[in-house]
């Protein structure tokens, strides 16, 4: 911590002395105390650290940060880089949520307690601190710490994201695209990573904006990098020639032999389509869609109608027997992981499989033939792939 309280109650932080004599003479003598839990604090000088204040106890609760070199330095030039807003405010103590953000900021558009992590934080806990920013009209601006969420991302492979990474994902408004907003305390830049395309649960493909400002509303200027096209026929290839047999997925395979008659390493080309809302969906795109166009739509002939609600039954169903599981993502407050389910009847319409009778209401309109060979389902996703292109570069 760099600020504290004094005896007389007036706030003291260490980040408005610039000279360590100045500092050394100013608190001789002074005890200081917790702004948030008024217990003791000690006055800490290491080489590595920069020079703070910690409890002489480890009972206070107000932060959800141990204080690393990493997280004091970052708090540090966060708060530099914020101080072209309206004072911004340092370990700002919130009393009723009992809560001390790293800094505080208030614009024309809201207020914001920015968190500054480094280090893992249990999932109830980020939901528990983000719910009571939220209850008290303050929108928690969750940050990464870049160091925590790998090298810095100048080439075009994808990063991988665990389910811890994954919760920073945030998405305030329509308008605003979902992104992950980093942070490095050694360079004072922000990083926004926008997800685009996963291939599991992890690997994913993002678009990357750099700035040495917070950019409140981001979202126009992201660089376009569709690389993962590229990438999506080699991996869809491994995967029907290696993870198809792996372990995790015997239930998907037995079920696919048992009520279709095919190895799942043949799976139709239709399954595994890239989707705008994926990231709400836990479970890896090929494996999702496969339930969901197995359980709804494999089965069912030419010109008969698919509704929409049972759709999305079946796919509860799935939910609940585990077999399909979501993100928990508290920072996105736009869409559902129905949205996703509604593009992919979508991107079947337009590879011409479906067809939309009514927002509801879809028609199969032709039976997908069964794949024979490996040379054949590869052949067959490249056409997919391609006819998806094709329709999103004439809509886009
Ligand atoms: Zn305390």
Same mark, same amino acid.
């Given at each position: 911590?760099?600020?504290?309280?004094?005896?007389?109650g007036?706030?003291?932080?260490?980040?408005?002395?610039?000279?360590? =004599?100045?500092?050394?003479?100013?608190?001789?003598?002074?005890?200081?105390?917790?702004?948030?839990?008024?217990?003791?604090?000690?006055?800490?000088?290491?080489?590595?650290?920069?020079?703070h204040?910690?409890?002489?106890?480890?009972?206070?609760?107000?932060?959800?940060?141990?204080?690393?070199?990493?997280?004091?330095?970052?708090?540090?030039?966060?708060?530099?880089?914020?101080?072209?807003?309206?004072?911004?405010?340092?370990?700002?103590?919130?009393?009723?949520?009992?809560?001390?953000?790293?800094?505080?900021?208030?614009?024309?558009?809201?207020?914001?307690?920015?968190?500054?992590?480094?280090?893992?934080?249990?999932?109830?806990?980020?939901?528990?601190?983000?719910?009571?920013?939220?209850?008290?009209?303050?929108?928690p601006?969750?940050?990464?710490?870049?160091?925590?969420?790998?090298?810095?991302?100048?080439?075009?492979?994808?990063?991988k994201?665990?389910?811890?990474?994954?919760?920073?994902?945030?998405?305030?408004?329509?308008?605003?695209?979902?992104?992950?907003?980093?942070?490095?305390?050694?360079q004072?830049?922000?990083?926004?990573?926008?997800?685009?395309?996963?291939?599991?649960?992890?690997?994913?493909?993002?678009?990357?904006?750099?700035?040495?400002?917070w950019?409140?509303q981001?979202?126009?200027s992201?660089?376009?990098?569709?690389?993962?096209?590229?990438?999506?026929?080699?991996?869809?290839?491994?995967?029907r020639? =290696?993870?198809?047999?792996?372990?995790?997925?015997?239930?998907?395979?037995?079920?696919?032999?048992?009520?279709?008659?095919?190895?799942?390493?043949?799976?139709?080309?239709?399954?595994?389509?890239?989707?705008?809302?994926?990231?709400?969906?836990?479970?890896s795109?090929?494996?999702?869609?496969?339930?969901?166009?197995?359980?709804?739509?494999?089965?069912?002939?030419?010109?008969?109608?698919?509704?929409?609600?049972?759709?999305?039954?079946?796919?509860?169903?799935?939910?609940?027997?585990?077999?399909?599981?979501?993100?928990?993502?508290?920072?996105?407050?736009?869409?559902?992981?129905?949205?996703?389910?509604?593009?992919?009847?979508?991107?079947?319409?337009?590879?011409?499989?479906?067809?939309?009778?009514?927002?509801t209401?879809?028609?199969?309109?032709?039976?997908?033939?069964?794949?024979?060979?490996?040379?054949?389902?590869?052949?067959?996703?490249?056409v997919?792939?391609?006819?998806l292109?094709?329709?999103?570069?004439?809509?886009?």
């Amino acid at each position: 911590m760099f600020v504290a309280k004094k005896k007389d109650g007036s706030y003291f932080s260490l980040l408005d002395w610039k000279r360590r =004599e100045d500092m050394e003479r100013i608190t001789k003598g002074e005890s200081f105390y917790c702004p948030a839990c008024n217990s003791s604090l000690l006055l800490k000088q290491g080489k590595v650290r920069r020079i703070h204040f910690a409890h002489l106890n480890k009972s206070c609760t107000a932060s959800s940060e141990s204080e690393s070199p990493y997280h004091l330095e970052g708090k540090v030039k966060l708060y530099e880089s914020l101080l072209q807003y309206n004072q911004p405010i340092l370990e700002h103590y919130i009393p009723n949520t009992q809560q001390r953000a790293d800094v505080y900021v208030e614009t024309n558009y809201g207020r914001y307690a920015f968190e500054f992590q480094c280090s893992n934080l249990p999932a109830q806990e980020f939901k528990r601190r983000t719910k009571l920013y939220e209850r008290e009209g303050i929108r928690p601006m969750w940050i990464i710490g870049q160091e925590k969420l790998g090298p810095p991302d100048n080439n075009d492979s994808p990063l991988k994201l665990s389910p811890f990474q994954w919760r920073f994902l945030q998405r305030p408004s329509p308008h605003i695209q979902p992104f992950i907003l980093s942070f490095c305390p050694y360079q004072s830049i922000f990083t926004y990573h926008q997800p685009i395309f996963s291939i599991n649960s992890s690997t994913t493909y993002v678009n990357s904006m750099t700035s040495e400002n917070w950019i409140e509303q981001p979202g126009i200027s992201f660089q376009k990098r569709p690389i993962w096209k590229e990438h999506y026929l080699h991996y869809k290839k491994k995967w029907r020639y =290696e993870y198809s047999f792996y372990k995790p997925y015997q239930k998907l395979r037995k079920y696919c032999y048992g009520n279709m008659n095919i190895p799942l390493s043949l799976l139709p080309s239709e399954i595994g389509l890239p989707v705008p809302s994926f990231y709400h969906i836990h479970t890896s795109l090929i494996e999702w869609q496969a339930w969901l166009y197995f359980d709804s739509i494999y089965h069912m002939p030419p010109l008969t109608l698919i509704h929409l609600p049972s759709v999305l039954k079946n796919f509860r169903f799935r939910l609940k027997s585990t077999d399909i599981s979501l993100r928990e993502l508290p920072l996105v407050k736009v869409g559902a992981y129905e949205d996703a389910i509604v593009e992919y009847l979508n991107a079947l319409v337009e590879i011409g499989l479906l067809e939309r009778e009514t927002p509801t209401i879809y028609r199969v309109l032709k039976k997908s033939l069964p794949l024979s060979t490996m040379e054949e389902a590869h052949k067959q996703d490249q056409v997919v792939l391609q006819t998806l292109l094709r329709t999103k570069q004439t809509t886009d």
